[in-house]
Every structure is written in structure tokens, then in C-alpha cells.
DNA sequence: TAACTTGTTTAAAC
DNA sequence: TGTTTAAACAAGTT
């Protein structure tokens, strides 16, 4: 499932395929990826010189003229480098005018078909991803400080874990990244935000670069190396995650088993010798 | 087969 | 009123 790391190598990837290069069409070939302006724009397109590509929270941005290509890749999105017509789930196809060492066609593939795109004008960008999409501020790359997170989800009773995920707060971290977090930093997902003191801020705002940084390191490629879902587990493949979908194997860090129990209806996965409250 | 998986939206409840 | 949770939704896997 695509999060902040996988979204932003995606994004990443689509700059180096695509940069500066003319669009000879777009195929729309599932009508229902567009969530506005797409199919309207695809007509359209062939001549037009795509421009950068960049990362907002889940979201990939490519430029293309004076107009912008969003899209969101929800749980089985992603974009890669293929031969169209070779892939299962192929809702949008960007064909590019043939250039050497790189690729004649970008797919967006999306097994369960929940992902999105959009086209919008380039500018008023900000805004609409401000205040129509409810985005938050970014916790990465830049570094965040612990009054930073503290002020951004310290107002808070939920549950710490519940709190992180909240894109209007902070922007780009799910299900998978706030379970390793917080492990990462030793904090009890159950504690209300509002209780966490500047050292665990502290711990947290370490544990989001870590983890974001590690995820990159491991994942960049041309294509996500999705986990399955058999959580990455599956015979003689270990999981790249320390607690996500790791229930009943050791902790890495004190060989504690793994928990899992419900919050707002998600699995949170974590070390209860670790995490302990304090 | 029914349960589980995701982020987002909407409805309901506290 | 503001905050928080639950349900619904997309669709495919186990």
C-alpha cells in the first residue's frame, strides 16, 4: 500500500521517465479514474510537453503544460515503465514521444481500481490540496522539530496512533508508517496525543525520517516492490517491517511477540514491552 | 464464503 | 459546537 515513501519514489520515477518530454496521447482507459478533468484533458493532450513531477502527502504531481496531472493510488495503484496492453489493471496510459533510454508509455495500474487522478490548473495547486483535499503540512524531507509535532497533534485526546494518521493534521502518513513510528520511538499507540511530552515528540519526529529514509532506501526502483498480502512474510522473505503484520513474531528489538488490536478500526501492531505508557 | 485490506467521505454519536 | 468514532465505499485476495 503506497504511503508517503512509496508515493514519493513513484513520483521520483515518473520525473525521470517523463521529464521535459512531449505527450503523443493519454488513453483513459477506465473512465472511472477520473475524478475530474481527466477525460476532458486526455482528448487534448498529444503535443503537449510534460514538465516535473513531484510528491504531495499520497499524492504524485506531473506538470504538463500550464496544467497539472494529480493522481492517488489509494491501496494497488502505481505507475510504472511498461508496454501498454501488458498489464492487468491499466486505467491510465501516457504515451510519449519516442526518446532513448527511456520509456515510449507510463501506466497507471490499479488492481482494485480505487485509485484517482485529476487534471487541474498548475496554478491555485497549493490551495486546492490546502483546502479541497484538507492536506496538512509535510513531516519529510525537511526536518520537523518536536514543537512542531507538538503543535500540530498535541491538542488532541485521541490516541497518538489515531492522531498521526490524520491527513489534515499531517499529511502522508498511514496505516503502516504510524504502527512503525511509533515503535520505532517507544510510544504506547493507546497514549492521547495531548500527553506525549517534547521528548517523545522528539523520539517521533527521529522516527518518521528514520523510517521514510530506511523505506527509500529499500523500495527505490522502477517498480514498488508491493507487500503482499501476506505482509512481505511469506516463505524465506523477510518482512520489511519491524511490527506491521508481524503479530506473534519477536519484537527485533526485546524478542517480545508482536500485538495487534483495533483502533478506529485499523490494525495497530506493537510492541507492548517496548511501547509500554509510561 | 465471509472477512479483511486501504484512505476518504459521510453520517452518527459523544 | 466541536470532537471523535463508526459505517460505507471502491474491488480483489485469502
Redesign the pocket.
Known amino acids: 500500500?503506497p504511503?508517503l515513501p512509496e508515493v514519493e519514489i513513484m513520483a521520483r520515477n515518473l520525473d525521470r521517465w517523463t521529464a521535459g518530454r512531449v505527450l503523443t496521447g493519454v488513453t483513459v482507459v477506465d473512465e472511472?479514474v477520473d475524478s475530474g478533468g481527466v477525460v476532458a484533458w486526455s482528448a487534448g493532450a498529444a503535443g503537449q510537453t510534460v514538465g516535473r513531477s513531484w510528491r504531495r502527502?499520497?499524492y504524485a504531481v506531473t506538470e504538463v503544460g500550464s496544467r497539472v496531472l494529480v493522481l492517488?493510488f489509494?491501496?494497488t495503484g502505481k505507475v510504472v515503465a511498461a508496454e501498454p496492453g501488458t498489464r492487468k489493471?491499466e486505467r491510465l496510459v501516457l504515451h510519449l514521444a519516442t526518446q532513448a533510454g527511456r520509456p515510449d508509455a507510463v501506466v497507471f495500474d490499479d488492481?482494485?481500481?480505487?485509485g484517482n487522478a485529476w487534471v487541474r490548473p498548475r496554478e491555485g495547486l497549493d490551495t486546492w490540496f490546502s483546502q479541497d483535499?484538507?492536506l496538512g503540512p509535510e513531516p519529510w524531507p525537511m526536518r520537523r522539530t518536536a514543537a512542531f509535532w507538538h503543535h500540530q497533534l498535541g491538542h488532541?485526546?485521541?490516541?497518538v496512533k489515531?492522531a498521526l494518521?490524520h491527513?489534515e493534521s499531517i499529511a502522508g502518513i498511514?496505516?503502516?508508517l504510524a504502527s512503525e513510528v511509533l515503535w520505532r520511538a517507544r510510544i504506547d499507540p493507546k497514549r492521547p496525543a495531548r500527553d506525549l511530552t517534547t521528548a517523545d515528540w522528539e523520539r517521533v519526529a527521529e522516527a518518521v525520517a528514520g523510517v521514510v529514509d530506511d523505506t527509500l532506501a529499500r523500495d527505490s526502483g522502477d517498480e514498488i516492490a508491493y507487500v503482499?498480502?501476506?505482509g512481505g512474510s511469506t516463505r524465506g522473505v523477510a518482512s520489511p517491517f519491524s511490527v506491521y503484520r508481524c503479530e506473534g513474531q519477536p519484537c527485533p528489538r526485546c524478542a517480545a511477540p508482536v500485538e495487534r488490536f483495533k483502533q478506529?478500526?485499523?490494525?495497530t501492531f506493537w510492541c507492548a514491552t517496548c511501547q509500554g505508557s509510561t
Open positions: 500500500m504511503e472511472r502527502a499520497k492517488h489509494r491501496m489493471a488492481a482494485r481500481h480505487l483535499r484538507k488532541t485526546r485521541r490516541p489515531v494518521m491527513q498511514g496505516n503502516i503482499n498480502s501476506r478506529s478500526g485499523r490494525s
